[in-house]
């Protein structure tokens, strides 16, 4: 009833009080408000009496504005506004509207009973503690333990707790659990609405607790009857005080998450390493001196001899422990706690076999090769950190690992960090003989890749990708110079190694000069005199020893040039300059194609225009177009024949500019947008990564090699085909390895996107913007080859895709391949991320494609 009343200003009331008041005039208002006495007698007419002053005074007329019986004026009808209520004075309003609504049926005995309790409406007593207490928006503790009913899950965190509440196993089991000894009285937690309507339906759909969650409390000690919610899956008890765990803690067999970090927990019960489903144990920030593994497997232990209860052995039978250790787990964090490395049960078969991260940071290991040794057989350990553990070089000896074993074959990360090990001892025991990984000692923020060991040794520096690459670069180029300067000084150093070579300092001639004493002519005849009389017998003189010695200068920088100046000084500029050089180039071919006799010189070329015209393989493998530091081969654009461009003046014939040119270089790479078959003949085509062919839609077709139909380049993770005119299929032209650059052989067409996951099965992302793909190129079948992963058929599946600029104009094959998701399912072979369909002539986005799990979806531009 309460929140259907409204708050109403003063000036309401006091009209109400006028409306319900009975019309008395101010007079009888006044009469009856003063006490009676008796009247002075009137003087009679013949005496005279005197007045006091004051009598005169209230003998004069008064004036109408100071009658005390004038009449009472209607009030406005839009008063002042009243000063803001804060809430307290708004509550006891409301408060005082409600007792009056419900004195409404009794009958007023007089025209102010009415108003009864205004007085209540600014509160003057003393607010109670309780009123003052700071609400955090939550529920009481009774109130969160009832609403765990339905939810199974129940939270208690930072509410100063020194145990868990009675009231938890008297709502939800019905129990009253003995009393602690730590913990002898608990404290009252009776405030809260628990006899509300609502709370019996709660109880009637009680659901399992499920969760439990009571961190950053003062728990001291954990009841016994824990273990009679067998259904618990995820206790969270960090931040508190506890010291031991009872045994029957370990009966929580359906648990698959336990935090009991930041407590001083010194041991823990035998048969929590049999709990079945658990898969996630923090232990970090304890006591703990051992860590005994095998306990509750061991024949002095008999795992089932907890389950006997003394209200029956009714509950015995629910228990099924595992049979080997932590069968489940994955993730284990025992840092910062007492333990050594004798003091771990690492045994055969006593460590968990599933164990994917382990944590030992802030332990006093000691001598740790067995350990480390045992832990290097588990086959799913990725991540080792040991960071400010008492563990040196010792642990790690030259015979830490035998040749026939494959140690931490999963390990990514092992963290060593400010701890006596170094990085000889690391180098030493992980032989690259042994270890298959590929180690790294650089700490980035990005994670290892695959198939590289990451070991952080020493002070952690966490740098960036480019900062290593630039270090490494710099490393590269000083070991470069130190070689060339010691082969050309032609000594090294004493140690066998090469020393640091001077950098010369250029000299001017006057310096030069100086140093010769050669400033005065006086000194340069002396000089001229001394070189003739040192002149052989026979009497000729150098003519150079006759003129003063010029200083030596140092060797200018030669000046590269443009294609185009190159082009200019060898007349190329002109059409029929080029029509020249390209015939002159032909006739030195068909010259030196004939045979000639042994005795008979070869004749010379007579202009530069002759020279050796290099072939495919030599331009493909050039600098200018293969970089061996990022792996990338980049050919050069090319421009398709235009409609209106006569035919007799355009020639495909090499220009004949100078060896090593940028045009001669352009002009010997093949024509084809893809020449896979020169490409797979060159020396770095197994290492190759990204392959940018970009613009080259001279001739849109691809060149294969004719005995094999892939797949080919093996490390190729990129490949660009941006405005290259394909379409939804391609031109392929099959041609011996020998004959790859001509390109002759008789073409066939087939389906573009089928086609490159044949031949590039581990590509992670194809750029094919700015062609001429349209929807039907986009099939189900063709998507799915190329972004879902086939171990069997060797597909890495694609990353990122980029469709932009194209004839798109419906997304039927994604809609398709959306409905892989349909009701919340995972496709684990699904690694597309990035998916680009900008400028295109799509009209609408179907809803399915909003299943798709994508990071980067661009779709501006469209129509």
């Not at 009679?228 to 803690?249: A, E, Q, Y």
């Not at 040749?403 to 006596?420: H, K, M, R």
Request: hydrophobic share 40%; proline share 9%.
């Amino acid at each position: 009833m309460l929140s259907k009343l409204t708050l109403l200003p003063r000036s309401m009331f006091l009209q109400a009080a006028q409306q319900k008041t009975p019309s008395i005039s101010p007079s009888r208002l006044r009469a009856s408000s003063t006490p009676r006495t008796k009247p002075p007698p009137s003087p009679t007419p013949g005496s005279r009496t005197l007045r006091p002053q004051s009598s005169l005074q209230a003998s004069r007329p008064i004036t109408p504005s100071k009658s005390p019986l004038k009449k009472v004026k209607p009030l406005p009808e839009e008063p002042p506004a009243s000063p803001q209520l804060n809430i307290r004075e708004q509550i006891a309003l409301k408060r005082a509207e409600a007792k009056k609504a419900q004195a409404k049926s009794a009958p007023p005995t007089n025209g102010f009973d009415d108003f009864e309790g205004l007085e209540d409406a600014t509160s003057t007593r003393d607010p109670s503690p309780d009123e003052n207490a700071i609400d955090l928006g939550r529920w009481s503790v009774k109130e969160t333990i009832e609403r765990a009913r339905t939810t199974g899950a129940v939270n208690l965190a930072s509410r100063g707790l020194p145990c868990l509440p009675s009231a938890l196993f008297e709502i939800h089991l019905g129990i009253k659990p003995e009393p602690l000894k730590l913990v002898p009285v608990e404290p009252s937690i009776t405030t809260g609405t628990s006899d509300d309507p609502s709370a019996s339906k709660r109880r009637n759909g009680a659901q399992d607790l499920e969760i439990l969650k009571a961190w950053s409390n003062e728990i001291l000690e954990v009841q016994p009857e824990i273990s009679m919610f067998g259904s618990l899956k995820s206790v969270d008890l960090h931040n508190n005080r506890l010291t031991f765990l009872p045994d029957s803690f370990a009966d929580l067999t359906a648990l698959t998450s336990l935090d009991l970090s930041h407590n001083s927990l010194t041991s823990l019960p035998a048969n929590i390493f049999a709990l079945p489903s658990l898969a996630a144990l923090n232990l970090s920030h304890n006591s703990l001196t051992s860590l005994p593994f095998f306990a509750p497997f061991s024949d002095s232990v008999n795992p089932l001899g907890r389950t006997k209860d003394p209200r029956g052995d009714w509950y015995c039978d629910t228990i099924t422990r595992a049979t080997t250790v932590l069968p489940r787990l994955s993730v284990l964090d025992i840092s910062h706690n007492k333990l050594s490395a004798a003091s771990i049960d690492y045994e055969l078969n006593h460590l968990p076999a599933c164990l994917a991260k382990l944590d030992l940071s802030s332990n006093p290991l000691g001598q740790s090769t067995s350990l480390i040794r045992a832990l290097s057989k588990l086959e799913k350990l990725g991540e080792l950190k040991c960071e400010h553990a008492d563990i040196g070089d010792d642990s790690f000896p030259t015979t830490l690992f035998s040749s026939e074993s494959t140690p931490f074959s999963s390990l990514s990360v092992l963290d060593l960090g400010e701890t006596y090990v170094t990085r000889p001892a690391i180098e030493a025991a992980f032989l690259l003989t042994i270890v298959k990984q590929k180690i790294e000692y650089d700490v980035t923020s990005d994670a290892p890749k695959p198939g590289v060991l990451r070991v952080i040794v020493g002070k952690r520096v966490i740098k960036e990708v480019w900062e290593i690459e630039a270090e490494r670069r710099t490393k590269a180029r000083g070991r470069h110079n130190s070689k060339s300067n010691d082969t050309k000084d032609g000594w090294a150093g004493p140690l066998g190694g090469s020393s640091p070579a001077k950098k010369e300092v250029a000299k001017e001639t006057w310096e030069i000069e100086a140093g010769q004493s050669l400033l005065t002519e006086g000194a340069k005849r002396r000089a001229r005199a001394a070189a003739a009389a040192a002149a052989p017998e026979s009497g000729l003189v150098d003519s150079a020893l006759l003129s003063p010695p010029k200083p030596s200068l140092p060797a200018l920088k030669p000046v590269e040039k443009e294609a185009w100046e190159i082009e200019a000084e060898l007349g190329l500029l002109t059409a029929g300059g080029r029509r020249r050089a390209r015939a002159a180039a032909v006739a030195a071919a068909a010259h030196q194609q004939q045979p000639t006799p042994a005795a008979s010189p070869s004749p010379e070329p007579q202009s530069s225009a002759a020279s050796p015209i290099p072939s495919a393989s030599s331009a493909l493998s050039s600098t200018q177009y293969y970089t061996a530091a990022t792996q990338t081969l980049t050919l050069p654009p090319s421009a398709a024949l235009r409609k209106n461009e006569h035919f007799r003046s355009f020639s495909l014939a090499i220009k004949p500019t100078p060896a090593g040119s940028a045009s001669e270089l352009a002009l010997a790479v093949p024509t084809p947008t893809l020449p896979l078959a020169a490409i797979i003949t060159q020396p770095f085509a197994h290492t190759l990564k990204v392959l940018v062919l970009t613009s080259r839609k001279m001739d849109s077709s691809f060149s294969l090699p004719a005995d094999s139909d892939g797949p080919f380049l093996p490390a190729l993770e990129e490949l660009v085909l941006e405005g290259c005119g394909l379409g939804g299929t391609v031109p392929v032209s099959r041609v011996a390895a020998a004959d790859a650059a001509s390109g002759t052989a008789p073409r066939t067409s087939e389906a573009l996107l089928p086609l490159l996951m044949l031949l590039f099965p581990g590509l992670r992302t194809l750029d094919l913007s700015y062609n001429a793909l349209d929807g039907d190129a986009l099939s189900r079948d063709a998507l799915a080859a190329l972004v879902l992963a086939d171990a069997a058929a060797g597909r890495a599946g694609l990353r990122c895709l980029r469709l932009r600029g194209n004839a798109l104009a419906a997304l039927d094959g994604f809609e398709r391949l959306a409905e892989m998701f349909r009701g919340n399912r995972d496709v684990r072979e699904w690694t597309l991320e990035e998916l680009d369909i900008r400028d295109n002539e799509i009209g609408r986005l179907p809803p399915p494609v909003g299943l798709l799990p994508l990071e980067v979806f661009l779709v501006d531009g469209n129509t």
